[in-house]
């Protein structure tokens, strides 16, 4: 029971829970099973951004390119498809991660070679991969009538009562959750962020594994961009712009310790069903959707203060209490 | 990982005269890529050359440099703030409510700092007080500022800011030299003062080096923190003066993104991004060659978007420049 009380994805859950049930109180129907779904579907590109994040963050790095990423594989998939609406749409969809695990492995590789922080790195990108957006697009839009059919429909269908995308999110939360925690990869993931230097006597390259992290965040960023541009069914410079911060937001609400090697798959998936809650519930309790910002960051802020509360080690003593007089 | 190039193993045989060493560091490499782009840009508008439009220039990096040269000792002591942008925000809005109050020019400005130094209290109070990671803290606040905004304003604007209050970010103390960029000069002396000529300066070096050894000396870590979270709140509400003074009216999104081109202009100057390095001038100048690069640039009439590839590809190359230089010599000398 007392592990229970521990757990923080169990304290996730239940402010969550709590969350709804207030909503529910002021807006009958909030709780109804469709709408639930609904937000949950409305959150999967956020999940599967914020699990992309998770991984950089445990590694002791942070991806701050990851919205210009999925904006930059957004607009090459929305461009071939205007261009070549022949294309079946699947092979965009690996178009699209491809693109992100250039950009990722770009990252990566900066990170890797050449020992610059990554919080820097990803900085320079992250305007880099913006202006190219403006570039390959000549500045204009694609807009939601350039897109054929199948394009805006592969995040739409319905499969078992679950659009899609939402199914998209789920895959690829199961295969997250097995590369983290039963793979060796994964187990290297953890292993560089709590102790690079024990890591590196256990024969562990610090080096390539946080350029594989690059790679996993850069892939699902990628991907991502393409659910972006089919579900708001726009293509245009300014998708995303911002995100990155929402993201690493999702993270930090979830418990995932910046300082690296502690966050598991299911308190990211928590952390950004938490800010999608509160964008729904906002709107529904009549309150104006200017609030959304600072209750988020009031979220991130809390959040941190509660993380830290478990973590915080006690002082050294340097002197003795008596000595000090 | 974060291994930089560092001095060659070897006890040398005689010390490295000053002036080699300066002729060498990182400012002097960086003004040389500012004269460079200095006279590129005059060979590529004929623009560029008159005294007017140098001066139309400064209006470009003034607000963001007042605000860099505090991040920069901020980095040094190995923290950081993202919420700047946000606390230009919030220090306009509530400049702009004073103003519906009937508050004037002199009101305005002081309330302005204040409410930059009050944010800035705020993060380091979280920060040092409960010690939580500056990054963060400040994501967190950088919503929470601009979100106050936000619920202020909505997708209102404060506008009819007094005559005299336009003088901080449109007037001019003699002939093209602007009140901004004399206030920028004017900062930019006194931080250089602060950082690398008295006692409070070097315990910012000390605390980026190593906080636990800062401490065992006998040097406030968490004291000294705090005062540097304050004053880069304080230089933030200066630039929410200027920039709301410049533009005229108040929009929740004022400053978008600012806070990366800040950092970008600090890293730039060479501060270590982890801390415990770093130079006032360093960052002077860097503001200059982002301030060259961007007007430029615009004078060619490449669009503000396509400038940020230049920034971010700048930023990257300053710095993976030397590190593959050094590596290319080591090779060679072995």
Redesign the interface.
Known sequence: MSRLLKNREIWLLLVIGALVVATTLRAPGFAQPANLLDIFNNTSILMILALGQMAVIITRS?D?SMATNLALSGMIVALTNAAFPDIPVPFLMVLATFCGLVMGAFNGI??WK????A???T??????F??????IAG?SWVNADKFSTDFVQYTRIEFLGLPLLSWYAITIAVMFFVLMTRTPMGRAIYAIGVN?TASTYAGIN??RT?FVAFCISGMLAGFSGYLWVSRYVIGS?EVAN?YE?TI??AC?IGGIS??GGVGTVGSALLGALFLGVINSALPVINI?P????????????LA??LN?RGQ?QKGRL?LKKGNTQ | MTELPSKSRNIPDRLVSPIKTALFSWPTLLLAVAIFIFILNSFASPYFLSAWSLSDATFNFTEKALIALAMALLIVSGEIDLSVAGIIALASTIMGLALQFGVDTPGLVVIGILTGLVCGAFNGALVTGLGLPSIVVTIGTMSLFRGISFIILGDQAFKGYPESFAFFGQGYVWWVISFEFVLFLLSAAIFYVLLHRTNFGRHIFVIGNNPVAARFSGVRVERVKFVLFCLTGLMAGVAAVLLTSRLGSTRPSIATGWELGIITMVVLGGVNILGGTGSIQGVVIAAFVMGLVTFGLGLLNVPGIVMSIFIGALLIGVIALPILLTRLHDRVSR
């Open positions: 942070i701050l900066l990170v050449l020992g610059i922080p919080i820097v790195v900085l320079g990108t992250l305007t880099i913006r202006g190219l957006i403006f570039v500045g690079p610090v080096g946080t410079v911002g911060l690493i937001a930090v910046i300082a104006s200017f609030w959304q910002m600072a209750i988020s960051g009031a979220a991130i802020i941190v203060i830290a915080k340097i």
